[in-house]
């Protein structure tokens, strides 16, 4: 069974950065790319990047283009989400997802999650 354990969440006041971390585990696929999504409170869970592992071509919404930065430690099985110029709007559980085959902005294609961690902005 696959397991991702997400790290990094905390409290930041707003124009700060904060890096998040996904440990993946359990079973390898020859090909799969990972995710990081977001949900805050009363609203649904939203993409905020992806990144394929080979080729590592990335994905971004909108709302997180140019401040934030999606990366992986192949070697290490690892991915990171670098936050920078952090905003209110960004507080929310931050949610690591893997899926098979190529990167997609789409939640019910990832099949593995993570258990979250959480970000607040203070602003």
């Known amino acids: 069974q696959a397991q991702l354990v997400e790290s990094g969440g905390g409290l930041v006041q707003a124009g700060g950065s904060l890096r998040l971390s996904c440990a993946a585990s359990?079973?390898?696929?020859?090909?799969?790319?990972m995710a990081w999504f977001r949900q805050a409170p009363g609203q649904d869970r939203k993409f905020v990047a992806a990144?394929?592992?080979?080729?590592?071509?990335?994905y971004y919404a909108d709302s997180v283009k140019g401040r934030f930065t999606i990366s992986s430690d192949n070697s290490r099985n690892v991915v990171y989400l670098q936050m920078n110029s952090l905003q209110h709007e960004d507080t929310a559980v931050y949610y690591c997802?893997?899926?098979?085959?190529?990167?997609?902005?789409?939640?019910?294609?990832?099949?593995?999650w993570g258990q979250g961690t959480q970000v607040t902005v203070s602003s």
């Open positions: 997802a893997r899926k098979v085959y190529g990167p997609s902005y789409i939640i019910s294609e990832y099949g593995d």
């Open positions: 359990g079973r390898r696929f020859s090909s799969y790319s």
């Open positions: 990144i394929g592992w080979s080729p590592p071509k990335t």
